[in-house]
């Protein structure tokens, strides 16, 4: 009997772990992930709040783990450093329709933008490509029973989340990205925030 409980935990503690998956299983994770991260932070999640704020992202050098956990909030200290999950539909840029580019919170550096950002229904803000793939860098991510491909930063190494083969096109990929690994800026703030070469993305043509 002790046995068969330990090996319950064991499953329900791993599949908490989860990152973004098929909708079934973003549904069956839900309500733990959305309990476990009650005990990362008695503050709201602000996405604005990390420290991705330099103009001077092409010549970031990462902090140590120390500088990160203080200057992170919990969840984005979790979710980028330790490849934690934040929860679904309750996160800041699920729902996010405004025009602007995504960065990193930790480096600052370019990763995605709104004109490829979909909603695919899952809960996290979801992608068709990266603004920069040279931003990005993946990996086997083998945690779960099956083996998905862990996205990452590649100057500031952070987790931010996966990607998968069901998307729509061109690409047929869907970034499935956590918010809380991301700062949002707005078309109109590009420039004062060292990104003006983007601006002209988001231009009438």
Same mark, same amino acid.
């Given at each position: 009997m002790k046995v068969a409980v330990v090996v319950i935990v064991i499953l329900l503690y791993v599949f908490g772990l989860q990152g973004c998956s098929s909708a079934q299983q973003e549904d069956k994770s839900a309500m733990k992930?959305?309990?476990?991260?009650?005990? @990362?932070?008695?503050?709201?999640? %602000?996405? !604005?709040? !990390?420290?991705?704020?330099?103009?001077?992202?092409?010549?970031?050098?990462?902090?140590? %783990?120390?500088t990160l956990k203080k200057t992170l909030m919990p969840l984005q200290y979790e979710v980028t450093q330790h490849e934690g999950t934040e929860p679904p539909f309750q996160n800041e840029y699920n729902t996010?329709?405004?025009?602007?580019?995504?960065?990193?919170?930790?480096?600052?550096?370019?990763?995605?933008?709104?004109?490829?950002?979909?909603?695919? !229904?899952? !809960?996290?803000?979801?992608?068709?490509?990266?603004?920069?793939?040279?931003?990005?860098?993946?990996?086997q991510d083998r945690r779960l029973l099956s083996v998905r491909t862990e996205v990452r930063s590649k100057r500031g190494d952070s987790h931010?989340?996966?990607?998968?083969?069901?998307?729509?096109?061109?690409?047929? @990929?869907?970034?499935?990205?956590?918010?809380?690994? @991301?700062?949002?800026?707005?078309? +109109? %703030?590009?420039?004062? +925030?060292?990104?003006?070469e983007y601006r002209k993305l988001f231009e009438k043509k």
């Open positions: 992930v959305k309990n476990d991260v009650k005990t @990362l932070s008695n503050e709201p999640v %602000d996405a !604005g709040s !990390g420290i991705g704020q330099s103009k001077s992202w092409k010549n970031f050098k990462k902090p140590d %783990d120390a996010n329709k405004l025009e602007g580019i995504y960065v990193d919170i930790v480096s600052g550096e370019p990763l995605f933008s709104s004109i490829d950002k979909y909603d695919s !229904g899952t !809960g996290w803000p979801s992608f068709s490509k990266p603004i920069e793939p040279d931003n990005i860098t993946t990996r931010i989340g996966h990607v998968f083969p069901d998307g729509p096109g061109p690409t047929g @990929l869907r970034y499935c990205m956590n918010s809380s690994a @991301l700062r949002f800026i707005g078309k +109109e %703030d590009l420039e004062k +925030e060292g990104y003006g």
